[in-house]
């Protein structure tokens, strides 16, 4: 059996043995909108549960636009010709409107990914700013929210007279969904909001991707855009070659919920049976650009791996590994319990520990074979897994080790499907407990 995975820029193909039990967990194929630019426009003219955002702009001093970085396969270049347009007809100049890019904690965006990103035209005509997380003048502090977490957002954020915000959903390791809320935390946060965000006790509660109801991360970011204030948003689907498939705009809560009930009924794909292995994806660009990004496609499969199984990873990961931070604890880390018994311990907390700890979640419950060709240039680091050469390698090891029939499951787009066991969608701090997933 031929499968493509979701790889770097271009894909991989793997050659599955014929007498293997292979099940391929995908999304139902989204139609992508004959006309997305005209899609976007009127979404943003009949917006869900709010005014039209030309209508919103006028009379105002300023304007901000949120959007995600590179690490979001957003077409910008269709996306934001409308919302700027928008605003324009509203009354607002380009001088007058500042394009602000959420990066959380991940690093700036250069002038030449912007342009890629969005288009010449929007970088020369536009102010664009990367948000920095690690400078502290950046930011406005806020106070605490109820649960003790320490607002710090970003000022030109704050200050703007009309904050609207962009982003794509998608199943999210953390929040259930991404988009909507996400845009202004952890997005615009500084760092000392992500020690309450991204706590070690946050990570083990009920969250994980699907996961919305109950989910504890999920209301602490409503709780904080609520707070600082979104006045407009304008969110979009995708399918597998990055083309629009949806448009939600108007209220950041009625229209984050719409989108969210979409991509469900699109990404939500079963199995009747937990897998012996699971072959996933990060993704491809630029999701697997890093390691640490990459995880994420690991974390796809923990819902429907069985308790002492393997996930097979296929990344590229051109970009190396991670940040300094994340380095280092991987560098640092023996084990997955020597990890979590670390940063459990008092007043422990350091920048990107919340995907470390996602890498132990995973490890908790299964082995992982990692499949890179990028990471043949890099150092040799710890990973907490396996390399191999080769999918097919990696397989034939766990044929090895399973019998020559193992259960397999393989997700082609790795995080952008949400794979469950008979409809069931599991926290990450507890899927490892689960035998039947």
Known sequence: MEIRLDYGRSGLTVNLPDDVDVSVLEPQKGTPLPAPGAAVASALAAPIGGRPLAELARGRRDAVVVISDKTRPIPYGIVLPPVLAALEAGGLTPERIEILVATGLHRANTTEELAAMTSPDIVGRYRIR??????????????????????WIDRGYVDADLKVVTGLIEPHLMAGYSGGRKAVAPGCAGVDTMRSLHGAAMLEAEIGPGLIDDNPFHAELLGIARRVGVDFLCDVTIDRARRLTGVYAGDLEQAHAAGVRAVEAHVRAELDRPADVVITSAAGF??????????????????IVRRGGTIILAAAITEGIGSAEFQRLLAETATPDAFMARITGP???TVDQWMMQHLCQVRRKAEVIVVSHGLAAQPATNLLATLAPTVEEALARCRAQYGPRPHVAVLPEGPYVLPTVRGRKLALGTAWMDDAA
């Open 130 to 151: 990367n948000h920095v997380a690690r400078d502290a003048a950046q930011h406005v502090h806020l106070g605490r929210t109820e649960r003790g977490t320490e607002l």
């Open 286 to 303: 630029p999701l697997d650009d890093t390691y640490y990004q990459s995880i994420k496609g690991m974390v796809a499969a923990l819902n």
């Open 347 to 349: 007043d422990f907390f």
